[in-house]
């Protein structure tokens, strides 16, 4: 039996500092912006990314996508 892959969508998951901890080490949160098109590219959500927490309290430390696939039998 086949398995068919079929891209779905993207998430955009971003890392950002919160504050540091009573050891000193940095408080680390994540949030994530679901249905991101497929043909957007890598570099036009990183940007946008930026562009996002350029207008935030709390520093950016991570960009990451996330592509789902819809897996299904022959």
């Known amino acids: 039996m086949a398995v068919i892959a079929s891209n779905k969508d993207s998430v955009l998951v971003v890392t950002f500092e919160t504050g540091v901890t009573p050891q000193g080490s940095a408080k680390l949160s994540q949030r994530s912006f679901p249905n991101v098109k497929l ?3 890598d ?14 309290e709390y520093p950016l430390r991570g ?12």
């Open 43 to 56: 570099e036009d959500i990183y940007n946008i990314a930026v562009a996002i927490y350029e207008l935030q």
């Open 63 to 74: 960009v990451r996508r996330d592509n789902r696939v819809d897996l299904a039998s022959d």
């Open 39 to 41: 043909i957007a590219t």
